[in-house]
């Protein structure tokens, strides 16, 4: 795997949450979008809004995802 590759993640469920945080936690330069505000903001606060992820410290969406998700739209 390249170490210079740059992922972009669409949509941050069930499928795309887990598979941002595995690459960023292999250390590729992930970014995660999504189309929810609320989304977004939970994972910027380092919260998961997906039951399956903990977020408990040391919170796995706080190594470096959250400074790299967009999101625009609704809830």
Do not use: C, K, Q, W
């Not at 380092?46 to 609704?74: E, M, T």
């Amino acid at each position: 795997m390249n170490p210079d590759a740059r992922i972009a993640i669409i949509g941050l469920g069930y499928v795309g949450l887990p598979l941002a945080l595995a690459f960023s936690e292999a250390g590729l330069d992930v970014t995660g979008v999504d189309a929810s505000a609320r989304r977004v903001d939970e994972l910027h606060a380092g919260r998961s809004p997906i039951d399956d992820i903990d977020d408990a410290p040391p919170a796995r969406i706080g190594r470096g995802l959250p400074d790299r998700v967009a999101g625009r739209g609704g809830p």
